[in-house]
C-alpha cells in the first residue's frame, strides 16, 4: 500500500511537473514580448519638478500629447494614438505617474501631472501641443489645458474616466484591500492567466466594453484590443499607477472647466460600462465652446469606432489649422 502511494504520488508530481513547464513555456515567450515593447530602449527619461518622465514619440508633424489611460504607459500612448502618425502628426506618449519607469510621486495629483508634463515638453522643445487623454489620462489633460492655456492648442477627452457633479464618490479602499490588491497586480502570471483564460470577464469589467462587440468586430478590430489588452502587461510594472488611477477617477477635483479655453472635442460610446458618455456630455456643457461626440456602442475601447474616432479628431485639427 505504501509502495502504491508512492507512486501515485510520484504520478501526480509528474503530471504538476509537466502541466507547470506548459504554463512557463508559453508565460514566459508572451512576458518576453511585452517586455520588449515596453523595453527602456524604445522611451526616454526627462527630469521635471516632480520627478523623472518617461517619454516616447513616434510620426512628424505637429506635436500631439497623448496621455493614456488606466494600465497604460508609453507603449499603450502610442499603440492608442497610432493612426495620428500616418496622419502626419508627432506623436508624444509619455508613461503617467506610477506607470513603467516613471515613479509615482507623493502627493501626486492630476494637476501636478500637467506641471510635469509642462517641463517634459520643455526638454522636447516643444512650445504648444494638441492634447487628448483617454480614460483617466483624460483628468490631467483637463487640468494641462487649465493650467497651460496659451500651451494647449486643442483638447480631447476620450472616453474621460473622471467624477462629476450630482455622483457619489467611492470611497477608498482600506489599507488591507489595497494591500491584498496591490498584492494581485503584482503577478503578471496571474493577470496574464486571466487575459488568456478568461478574456471575456476581463473585456466586460475591467476594460468595461461588451465582449460581444469585440467578437463581432472587424479582425483588425480585434486585434486592436487584444494589443490593448496586452499592454497591461508587465502588470507588475504599472501596479502603482493602477492604484492611483482607482483613487484619481474615484474622486472630485478642483478643475475649472469653465476656464478651459481651447478648443474642446470630447469622444465617448453610450454603452461605455464605465458611463463617460455621461461624463462627455457633462464636459461639452461645462467647457466653453466644446462639442461631443457620443457613439451609440462600442464599449471603453470604442470598439470598432478607432478610424472614425482619430479621423475626427485629425479633421478637428485641421479645422483650426494645427498643421
Known sequence: MGRTRRRVLIGLGAVAAAGAMGVAVPF??????????????????????????????????????????????????????RRLVGLGHRVIAPSRFGYLRTPLPEGAGPKMEAEA???????????????AGGSAGAIPALAFAELFPGRTAALFPVVPALMIPGRAEVAPW????????????????????????????????????DPALVAAASAEEQARVGAMIESILPVSDRAAGLIYDNVQTNRMHDLDFAGIAA??????????????????RFLASAIPGAEAVIYPDGGHLWVGRDADLFGRIDARLRGIGWR
Request: aromatic share 6%.
Open 117 to 131: 508634463f509642462a517641463d517634459m515638453l520643455d526638454a522636447l522643445g516643444v512650445e504648444r501641443v494638441a492634447v
Open 174 to 209: 482600506s489599507p488591507l484591500a489595497e494591500w491584498a490588491v496591490m498584492r494581485a497586480l503584482r503577478s503578471d502570471l496571474l493577470f496574464w492567466g486571466i487575459s488568456r483564460l478568461m478574456r471575456d470577464r476581463l473585456i466586460g469589467t475591467l476594460l468595461a466594453t
Open 263 to 280: 478648443p474642446t472635442l470630447t469622444l465617448s460610446c453610450e454603452d461605455d460600462r464605465f458611463l463617460t458618455a455621461e461624463n462627455a
Open 28 to 81: 514566459r515567450r508572451d512576458m518576453a514580448r511585452f517586455e520588449a515593447r515596453a523595453a527602456a530602449t524604445l522611451s526616454r527619461m526627462v527630469e521635471t519638478r516632480h520627478g523623472p518622465i518617461e517619454v516616447a514619440e513616434a510620426g512628424e508633424g505637429p506635436p500631439f500629447l497623448m496621455l493614456h489611460g488606466t494600465g497604460g504607459g508609453f507603449d499603450q500612448g502610442l499603440l492608442a494614438a
